[in-house]
């Protein structure tokens, strides 16, 4: 398994374009975990780094949401949610804006109308998936492969890859800093950070 890159401050702040004082208030308000910041040893003395598609993708996402969302709600937003929590199919279908098809199909194959918040991401990820690719075949297959998942393992700090050989779809879960390598015939199609995808829905479900 491959070291996660990482990119010091200093690039960190002329790649986004963010300052010194934004960075440091984010931490402040819990937009930005601790334990990004990670000191290390340089010829100089020491310097910051970070994880560096963790951080990028989450300086992404605030600039993106700050200007619709308070600190305080952002500060909520990028917790992992209330993973006890369970949602009725129609609060998914109204705060998520799911396909009836998509959602029926989930009742049907897992047998009940009320999902973990774990689930609800998987759902809300099914909807993304259905929009790439020709996916109504393995939809099935797909749901019984998440609701394994679902109670294999209750952390959103994963991956969800999708891979295409032939015309076999393979899925695969993988741990935050999971990489994997396919020989030259196996074709990726969707890649799916579930933590990632729990923010984007948290707020709705819990707003």
Request: with cysteine.
């Amino acid at each position: 398994m491959d070291t996660e890159e990482m990119i010091s401050k200093k690039d960190l702040l002329k790649l986004t374009g963010i300052s010194y004082g934004q960075l440091y208030r984010w931490k402040r308000q819990k937009l930005i975990p601790d334990s990004w910041f990670i000191k290390q040893s340089v010829f100089t003395g020491q310097e910051t780094f970070f994880p560096k598609d963790k951080i990028l993708k989450r300086i992404e996402t605030i600039i993106e949401l700050k200007d619709q969302y308070s600190l305080d709600e952002l500060a909520k937003f990028f917790s992992e949610g209330n993973t006890n929590r369970v949602y009725s199919d129609k609060e998914l279908k109204r705060s998520l804006d799911i396909p009836d098809t998509i959602l029926d199909q989930f009742i049907k194959v897992a047998n009940k109308k009320q999902f973990t918040f774990l689930e609800a991401v998987f759902i809300h990820i099914t909807c993304s998936i259905n929009k790439k690719i020709s996916f109504q075949h393995e939809m099935d297959n797909w749901i019984q492969t998440v609701l394994f998942w679902c109670t294999s393992s209750k952390s959103i700090d994963k991956y969800v890859l999708i891979y295409k050989k032939a015309e076999t779809l393979f899925y695969f879960l993988l741990n935050d800093d999971g990489k994997v390598l396919l020989d030259k015939d196996t074709e990726e199609l969707c890649i799916f950070h579930l933590a990632e995808q729990a923010k984007l829905i948290n707020l709705k479900l819990e707003g």
